[in-house]
């Protein structure tokens, strides 16, 4: 063989030995990003079933959402009520306090 096809031939070999390499370290990459990915996604379903697990057992939930519309509405009817009533700022206060 000459000289010009044996350098060629170690040019192939390697080249080929680089892209095992990477390939393998590629891999190798992948294998662990997945395993970092399944881990965490077993954090998140048990979070996630701790939360349903929190939520599911309250029954007050529907009643405090039901006292706080009550107190938003009546709140809305005295700024409605008040909004109405001129105030007369130039009269004194009558229990006793200052402005």
């Given at each position: 063989m000459a000289p010009e096809e044996i350098t060629a031939w170690w040019v192939a070999i390697i080249a080929g030995f680089v892209v095992v390499l990477a390939v393998a370290a590629l891999l190798s990459l992948l294998v662990w990003f997945v395993k970092i990915i399944d881990r965490r996604v077993v954090e998140i379903r048990d979070t996630l079933s701790t939360v349903?697990?929190?939520t599911g057992s309250t029954a007050l939930i529907p009643q405090t959402g039901d006292a706080v519309d009550r107190v938003?509405?009546?709140?809305?009817?005295h700024h409605l009520f008040l909004g109405r009533v001129p105030l007369d700022r130039s009269a004194p206060a009558m229990n006793g306090g200052g402005r």
């Open positions: 349903t697990d929190n938003l509405a009546e709140g809305l009817a």
